[in-house]
């Protein structure tokens, strides 16, 4: 990454992916800012962070609030400065077949994935406008492309990531901001790993590549959008899936 790219938001970055996230941007030369609802997975990121030499702010924030968005990206600014790259990764799941889905699963699902999406975005921005310069990597999923029984909501708030990514890629071309996606397929973390083995042959079934992808090849996709080199890329998604879709 350039010596421009300094500061990294990375939402929900306490575990998994979101963790991976974090870890690779710092990696790259990066410091870090990064919300999480647990303090305790909270400190062992930023632990690893600061073992690789960079500085990290780790902030307790619901992403549904955009109270509290507005909170995040103020105490960044004031540790960091205006924040260089945003990568928008928490997101939460309340799986129902949708006979039995009730209105709160529906919105507890979309405040969260999408309208949080939108509230930490119209934060972050306003600075990458005014030095003319970002990088917004949006995660969102396989299920937004392919749908999913029993999780109609999820697919629903990951379809529309796209739809926001595009949009918002047009919106700020003019100002050197970028906006991607990265869409993962089924990758190995702590949600995977609570399956059955009938229902993990069952996804393996539908992967070419015959394995469950890791949160660090989601993170290299995240990296590579964030960097330079990605320079003449806006408004697409990479899917990283292992041919899944």
Known sequence: MSEQQRVALVTGAGRGIGKAIALELAAAGCDIVFTNRTPSTAAATQAEIEAL?????????????????????????????????????AAVTKDGLLLRMTPEDWRQVLATNLDGMFYITRAVIRGMVRKRYGRIVNITSVVGFTGNPGQVNYSASKAAVTGFT?????????????????????IDT???????????????????????????????????????????????TLHVNGGMY
Do not use: H, W
């Open 166 to 186: 595009k949009s918002i890629a047009k919106e700020l071309a003019s100002r050197n901001i970028t906006c991607n996606a990265v869409a993962p397929g089924f």
């Open 53 to 89: 030499g960079r500085k990290c702010l780790a902030v307790q924030a619901d992403a549904a609030s955009a109270e509290q968005a507005e909170d995040v990206v103020r105490r960044a600014g004031e540790a960091f400065g205006a924040i260089d790259v945003l990568v928008n990764n």
């Open 190 to 236: 702590d949600m995977t790993r609570g399956l059955s083995a009938e229902q993990k042959r069952a996804i393996l079934a539908q992967v070419p590549l015959g394995r469950l992808g890791t949160a660090v090849e989601v993170a290299k996709a995240v990296r590579f959008l964030a960097s330079d080199d990605a320079a003449y890329i806006t408004g697409t």
